[in-house]
Each structure stands twice: as structure tokens, then as C-alpha cells.
């Protein structure tokens, strides 16, 4: 009923940049906080970027001055704007959200949920 599907990924030159996006749909009451994190093979789950539904962004010490993460409130869209890519960037990107649902078959008190995209590829090569 609630989903985020991502799209953006590929495969890139060191140095270039891609542009991630995520929208969420369904029954959707409100979205609150949005974030992408990564995903590469031997490292732990990161937290890339997020925002709040206020606007507040954070980043990891890793991307910061690289990446700009940014939500359109109206079409339930994150996005992630990412530059100067290095190959330590190279990742599995997933987004990530944070969704009250309206749906009535749900009971209120269980109507809070934590939403993944089903991930997108970033391969920046050197």
C-alpha cells in the first residue's frame, strides 16, 4: 500500500555526478523524515544523507560538500544530488522513510512506519 521506488543509479566516471529520486505512494497520511543510505559489500549500513519534514539536513563527514540532499513535500519525492563521485561511493543506495498511513485497515497505533526503497546502484569507477 505504501512503497518508495527509486531511480537514478548507474555507473559513472570518478569525478562525475547523478542524481538519485525517490517517491513515495500509496496511503499516505504524512510523510516525515526522508534519508538515503548505502550499502557496499564487507561495510556496515550507512546513513548518507537525510531531511526533515521541516527542511533540516544532515550528512555523513564523508559526503558533506559533495551531496545535497532535497524533498519536494508536494509529490513526496526525496532526492539526492550527488557530485564529484569517487569510487569509495560506490554503493547499493536505498531510501528511506519515515510514513504515517491512512490506511483504514491498519489500526492507529500501528500506523507509523519505517519504508525502504528497493535500492539502486551507484558504480563510480576510476
Known amino acids: 500500500q505504501v512503497q518508495l521506488v527509486e531511480s537514478g543509479g548507474g555507473s559513472v566516471q570518478a569525478g562525475g555526478s547523478l542524481r538519485l529520486s525517490c517517491a513515495a505512494s500509496?496511503?499516505?497520511?504524512?510523510?516525515?523524515?526522508m534519508g538515503w543510505y548505502r550499502r557496499s559489500p564487507g561495510k556496515q549500513r550507512e546513513l548518507v544523507a537525510a531531511?526533515?519534514?521541516?527542511?533540516?539536513?544532515n550528512y555523513a563527514d564523508s559526503v558533506k560538500g559533495r551531496f545535497t540532499i532535497s524533498r519536494d513535500n508536494a509529490k513526496n519525492t526525496v532526492y539526492l544530488q550527488m557530485n564529484s563521485l569517487k569510487p569509495e561511493d560506490t554503493a547499493v543506495y536505498y531510501c528511506n522513510a519515515d510514513i504515517t498511513t491512512r490506511d483504514d485497515s491498519v489500526p492507529k497505533s500501528y500506523r507509523y512506519l519505517e519504508v525502504w526503497g528497493q535500492g539502486t546502484l551507484v558504480t563510480v569507477s576510476s
Open positions: 531531511i526533515t519534514s521541516a527542511g533540516s539536513t
Open positions: 500509496g496511503s499516505i497520511f504524512s510523510v516525515n523524515n
